[in-house]
């Protein structure tokens, strides 16, 4: 019995945390870099890994991604040399068994994505020079 209410609160808890991911995504944007040359970077590795862009300013660019089971939001914005991200995710799920209603799920942007992200615009701005 003690299992059983141990693996249910432990199922319960991991349910109800539905918080917004946020972080840095590049500690380092070049001194001297051009904004609106940073956010064309941020808006084409989104792009490049099929989000839709949203909505861009001077020094932000909002995205979205529907990818299968995974709906996605995320904010990019450059600030004191750096970019930082907010972002947050819904998973619906196909139950099995005997259950019909879908399973959604709220959270983080998964963080292979906010890997992919990294990688892909730390590469661009690396051939950046600093000023």
């Known amino acids: 019995m003690r299992t059983i209410y141990v693996a249910v609160l432990a199922f319960t808890m991991s349910i109800?945390?539905?918080?917004?991911?946020?972080?840095?995504?590049?500690g380092h944007v070049p001194n001297g870099a051009d904004p609106a040359i940073v956010v064309a970077v941020v808006k084409q590795a989104l792009i490049n890994r099929e989000w839709?862009?949203?909505?861009?300013?001077?020094?932000?660019?909002?995205?979205?991604?529907?990818?299968?089971d995974t709906d996605a939001q995320i904010r990019i914005e450059l600030s004191r040399g750096r970019l930082l991200y907010d972002g947050t995710a819904?998973?619906?799920?196909?139950?099995?068994?005997?259950?019909?209603?879908?399973?959604?799920?709220?959270?983080?942007?998964?963080?292979?994505w906010i890997e992919y992200l990294r990688r892909d615009i730390s590469a661009i701005l690396a051939t950046m020079p600093e000023h």
């Open 90 to 112: 819904t998973r619906t799920m196909r139950p099995t068994g005997p259950q019909q209603q879908m399973i959604v799920r709220k959270g983080d942007v998964p963080k292979r």
């Open 52 to 68: 839709t862009v949203k909505a861009a300013e001077a020094n932000y660019v909002v995205a979205v991604i529907d990818a299968g």
């Open 16 to 26: 109800t945390v539905a918080r917004a991911d946020s972080g840095i995504l590049v």
